[in-house]
Nanobody
Framework: QVQLVESGGGLVQAGGSLRLSCAAS????????MAWFRQAPGKEREFVAA???????AYADSVKGRFTISRDNARNMVYLQMNSLKPEDTAVYYC?????????????????WGQGTQVTVSS
């Protein structure tokens, strides 16, 4: 019964920044593992970042040092701050959640997904 809604995507030039937001429903948000994935046309869905209930984080090597995931449990929100954007970051970005899975870097580890938000980075 968890619903996730992403926002904040858009068109930016290379080197620019965007902040994505994910609003979650549910009373047990603080216990969820949360993640961002992305999918470009013709490619597999790719892990970007995760933040677990303890607020420990994990990042894909391709975004480490540029992206930051955070959460605000009081507001049922998860964020992805994206800096130094590159054209290869262009994709639909999805918010994902699961209350039990330990497979934090795999799409199969998450039961709930948002609809996605488009991020386009021009060269």
């Amino acid at each position: 019964q968890v619903q996730l809604v992403e926002s904040g995507g858009g068109l930016v030039q290379a080197g620019g920044s965007l902040r994505l937001s994910c609003a979650a429903s549910g009373r047990t948000f603080a216990s969820y593992n949360m993640a961002w994935f992305r999918q470009a046309p013709g490619k597999e869905r790719e892990f970007v970042a995760a933040i677990v209930w303890s607020s420990s984080t994990a990042y894909a090597d391709s975004v480490k040092g540029r992206f930051t995931i955070s959460r605000d449990n009081a507001r049922n929100m998860v964020y992805l701050q994206m800096n130094s954007l590159k054209p290869e970051d262009t994709a639909v970005y999805y918010c994902a959640a699961d209350e039990k899975a330990r497979l934090l870097r795999l799409p199969s580890g998450y039961a709930y997904w948002g609809q996605g938000t488009q991020v386009t980075v021009s060269s």
